[in-house]
Nanobody, 118 residues
Framework: QVQLVESGGGLVQAGGSLRLSCATS????????MGWYRQAPGKQRELVAR???????NYADSVKDRFTISGDSARNTVYLQMNNLKSEDTAVYYC????????????WGQGTQVTVSS
């Protein structure tokens, strides 16, 4: 049973930083892709950033140059470093993993709340 456990969310002022962590029950590069998604109240869940087992990364346009996704295979953990946070980044952030290289996650974490105050 694959488990993804997020941590690191919280309340931060606009312009501040947070680092989210996603600890997995397996070797992170056994997955095709690991990613971070978010869902704000009243909005659909959206992809924030993803990293493939080959190390390729993709970001939503709204977070480019502010957020960085990375993986630590020794700790089986994927991180999302979020800098220069804006109020519109407020959402529940979910870690996800794909068995393949596609865009439909097979596994999800329980989510962690990020609130940015203006």
């Amino acid at each position: 049973q694959v488990q993804l456990v997020e941590s690191g969310g919280g309340l931060v002022q606009a312009g501040g930083s947070l680092r989210l962590s996603c600890a997995t029950s397996g070797y992170i590069f056994s997955f095709g892709v690991m990613g971070w998604y978010r869902q704000a109240p009243g909005k659909q869940r959206e992809l924030v950033a993803r990293i493939t087992r080959l190390g390729n990364t993709n970001y939503a346009d709204s977070v480019k140059d502010r957020f960085t996704i990375s993986g630590d295979s020794a700790r089986n953990t994927v991180y999302l470093q979020m800098n220069n946070l804006k109020s519109e980044d407020t959402a529940v952030y979910y870690c996800a993993a794909n068995r393949d290289l596609g865009y439909n996650p097979d596994y999800w974490g329980q989510g962690t709340q990020v609130t940015v105050s203006s």
